[in-house]
Structures are given as C-alpha cells and as structure tokens.
C-alpha cells in the first residue's frame, strides 16, 4: 500500500524534503520563546514608569542585554518563517509570491537588525546613550 496519489505516481514526483527544517524551526523558535516572552513581560513590568536612566540601566545589564537579543532574535526568525508560510500558501502567482518573500526576508532581517543593534549599542555603549 503507497501513500501516495495516483498523479504523483503518475508524474514520479515526491516529497522534496525541505519542509522538515522549516517546520522544526518554526517549532524551536515557538517553544524558545515562551520563557524569553514571559522574562520579558515581567521584567518589563517592573520598569514601566520609570525614569529613562533605569531602563537605560536595565537594558545595559549583561544578563538582560542577552536575553533581550535572544528575545529579538526568536521573534523576527519566528515571524519570518510564519510570513512565509503565509505567503507560499496564500499567494499563487509566481511573480508576486517571491517578490514579496524577498521583501518580507530583507524587511524582518533589517528590522531585527537594527533592534538588536540598539540594545547592543546601550549595553556596549553605557548609559549615555
């Protein structure tokens, strides 16, 4: 007994094998933000309505600053892989479908960058940032 449609026995055609990764990723990235969401409401809470030299302060902390780019990192590598799937699945035209993939590859890449690099330059940087 096979698994597989009659069409795809008829064209010799199966599975290409890289959906595997994505799904994994998508998975890892979901599970590895739980706790860095949850670290980052509650200690969030705790500097809301503060002056801007003690979240200044609080981003500058290694512990945090590392934290706080795993955070960004999980997030927009999760996001980008959502949006993905969201376009392959949802766009049919061939043309719009990777015109919008590189846009929204280059977008989360730039926006993500510029967000890590932000903690990174308060953390390196101090708090005369």
Known sequence: MSLR???SRARGLGSAKEGTHHW???RVTAVALIPLSLWFVITLMTVVGEEHAKVVAWIAHPFNA??????LFATFYH????LQVVIEDYLHE?????????FMKFAMVLLGAFAI?????????GAHV
Not at 79 to 82: D, E, M, R, Y
Not at 94 to 102: D, F, R, V
Not at 117 to 125: D, E, P, Q
């Open 5 to 7: 449609t009659p069409l």
């Open 66 to 71: 590392v934290l706080l780019i795993a955070f």
């Open 117 to 125: 690099l932000a903690v990174l330059r308060i953390a390196i940087g």
């Open 94 to 102: 061939e043309a719009t479908k990777i015109g919008l993939l590189l």
């Open 79 to 82: 996001a980008s892989l959502g």
């Open 24 to 26: 994994w990723m998508q």
